[in-house]
């Protein structure tokens, strides 16, 4: 548990570490992150795309091969999915017979529009989905609860994690050595995490916002 903290809160230092003490467990932790970041709604807070861009960094000066990196994730990242997906499948079959009050009241009465919305926007959403934080974590689980085609969901879920997974590995690995971006790794880090936040956020405060 104190590991899984130090990699949400220090992912670098903790990323060396392990790298340090094995390069196996290294591969093993940074694979289970991405799969759960993706495959389970309870872990939206995983650092995705700082521990991509620091797997990156860290492959291009220790052990860690940036190509088995490549592999695992993308591996990871469509397996961590399409079991969200298939969680979502199976509550939205157990949910629509559900009697619950809330059930009906807050979720079922927005399937409709939520169904039409992935037939429309579906590959859109499950491919751009994957670069912003939060959103990615729940756009699959709903995917499954609308019953999205699934062949059309493993197709686009595979193209979105081939681009996520590898513009942010390839983007840690060849300008992790430049200098200036060693000297500011930290401010780097940081900004890769509130960029990435900010089309959530945003959102969220439009819907917060009353319209006149």
Do not use: C, Q
């Not at 990699?7 to 392990?18: E, F, G, K, P, R």
């Not at 467990?25 to 759960?36: C, E, G």
């Amino acid at each position: 548990m104190d590991k899984l903290l130090d990699l949400i809160l220090h992912t670098d230092d903790a990323l060396l570490a392990l790298v340090a003490e094995n390069v196996t467990k290294a591969y093993f932790v940074i694979f289970m992150v991405i799969m759960l970041e993706t495959g389970l709604i309870f872990f939206p807070f995983l650092p995705g795309d700082g521990l991509l861009f620091s797997a990156g960094v860290i492959s291009a000066t220790t052990e860690l091969d940036i190509n088995v990196l490549l592999i695992i994730l993308v591996i990871a990242a469509i397996l961590g999915n399409l079991i969200n997906y298939n969680v979502g499948h199976f509550l939205g079959t157990r949910l629509r017979s559900s009697n619950n009050y809330f059930v009906k009241r807050f979720l079922i009465k927005h399937l409709p529009k939520t169904v039409t919305y992935y037939k429309k926007h579906g590959n859109r959403a499950i491919i751009l989905g994957r670069f912003f934080p939060i959103i990615r974590t729940y756009v699959p689980f709903v995917a499954g609860l609308v019953k999205m085609e699934s062949i059309l969901f493993l197709k686009y879920t595979t193209i979105g994690a081939v681009l996520w997974i590898s513009s942010f590995l390839l983007a840690g690995f060849y300008l992790g050595e430049i200098v200036w971006v060693k000297n500011n790794y930290g401010l780097i880090f940081l900004m890769l995490v509130i960029i990435t936040l900010i089309p959530f956020f945003s959102t969220v405060l439009r819907n917060l916002i009353p319209k006149k």
